[in-house]
């Protein structure tokens, strides 16, 4: 504001000295007005539209006690700023003149009046701050309630859209020819961008795929929920995995599909996958790998390896076909896939070594789901930077 439109009402029994004081502040650009005593002073207040910018008051004055003045004020007016010019310096006045309130505390003569026109711009400049002040807290405490609010909602979402997620997903899966399937998913956030399925297709084909959305979140889910959607379409209705030809060519036609619609909707992710279909009678696994990491570790009795295999993520580029991969299995075997989250929860620093000690510690395990968990202590991560997925597929292994 400017110095004209700030409003100051001067209180002070010495006719001289008013005048002085209002001259030369209506000089300085101020709206004046006065009152003799504390009594007329009380009744402008209280009658007033709009409160004066400031208040000046004498203290020493016939008709009342300025300190009982402050007191009404500080009582009455809070937000309104004191500034006491007055003869009596004694330390005793200071004190409780500043204990209720006053701004400032000058003594009279005021030999230079430049001295009082600096303590009103220094008083209205800390009034003005503080009600700016005022005006932030309040829209800091609206913000904040609306981002509770806001929180509460997207809380509400999240425990609505896990409840989906984890609905979408099997439970588990255990064959007439003894292969058994699980798996566990540790979302880095509420929902997950992992996701696995599986199922057994006409009592014969056990086909399986573990994704990887890109990003986190909400978004990166709804990506795992339409892609749930995508293939169980394709089994529905397509045949996919149905029959001895899909059982060679089907992961293939599959990851196709994904990708070109992928590129129709727009979804703005890409996914990386290992999709693989179990012949459980001639127990033949046929895969293939989109740019998935870490590969698969499959655990025989010669051992612990990986599955060797490479491809292109989905969702990136147009018109891409994905390389078919072969592999018998024996009697007894597990195959463990990992989303590339398993890797954050490792020491090492390079791939290599972390790829080299994940095998390590995976082949120290049965292979079932619980024995790798354990193994990994995978259950106990907290604040895991990315999402966890673990498939685990055996035969033969209790």
């Not at 004020?73 to 004191?82: A, D, G, I, R």
């Not at 003594?107 to 003005?128: A, F, G, M, W």
């Not at 297709?201 to 795992?224: C, E, M, N, P, W």
């Amino acid at each position: 504001m400017t110095p004209a439109s700030r409003k100051l009402l001067i209180i002070d029994d010495d006719a001289l000295v008013r005048q002085s004081l209002i001259t030369y502040l209506s000089d300085s650009g101020f709206a004046v007005e006065f009152a003799t005593d504390t009594h007329s002073a009380l009744h402008l207040l209280q009658s007033a539209v709009t409160l004066p910018d400031l208040l000046i008051t004498d203290l020493r004055m016939p008709n009342g006690d300025g300190l009982q003045l402050l007191q009404t004020v500080h009582e009455k007016f809070p937000q309104l700023p004191v500034i006491v010019v007055s003869g009596a310096g004694v330390m005793n006045d200071v004190v409780a003149a500043l204990r209720l309130g006053a701004r400032d505390y000058l003594i009279k003569p005021l030999v230079d009046l430049e001295v009082l026109v600096h303590s009103i711009n220094k008083v209205l400049d800390r009034q003005d701050l503080e009600a700016e002040n005022s005006r932030y807290r309040v829209q800091l405490e609206n913000a904040n309630r609306e981002l509770k609010e806001n929180l509460r909602a997207l809380e509400r979402d999240q425990i609505a859209g896990r409840r989906v997620q984890r609905r979408l997903m099997p439970s588990g899966l255990t064959t007439q020819e003894g292969y058994k399937v699980a798996h566990t998913i540790i979302p880095s956030l509420f929902l997950s961008g992992d996701f696995v399925d599986y199922a057994h297709i006409k009592q014969r084909y056990l086909a399986f795929y573990l994704a990887d959305v890109s990003g986190h979140g909400a978004s990166s889910a709804f990506v795992t929920i339409w892609l749930k959607h995508l293939v169980s379409r394709m089994v529905r209705e397509e045949g996919l995995f149905g029959d001895e030809n899909s059982f060679v060519d089907g992961a293939d036609q599959m990851l196709r599909q994904i990708n070109r619609e992928l590129h129709e909707t727009r979804l703005s992710h890409h996914l990386t996958l290992f999709v693989g279909v179990i012949d459980t009678q001639t127990h033949k696994l046929h895969y293939v790998v989109a740019g998935h990491l870490p590969m698969p570790i499959l655990i025989t009795a010669k051992g612990a390896e990986y599955l060797g295999g490479q491809g292109k993520p989905a969702g990136i580029f147009k018109d891409v076909s994905w390389q078919l991969y072969e592999r018998d299995l024996p009697e007894t075997f597990a195959l463990v896939c990992f989303s590339d989250g398993v890797l954050e929860t490792l020491p090492q620093s390079e791939l290599a070594e972390k790829e080299r000690h994940l095998l390590e510690l995976v082949a120290a395990s049965t292979g079932t789901l619980d024995s790798v968990c354990n193994t990994l202590v995978i259950k106990e991560i907290r604040d895991n930077p990315d999402d966890i997925a673990v498939l685990s597929i055996s035969r033969g292994i209790n």
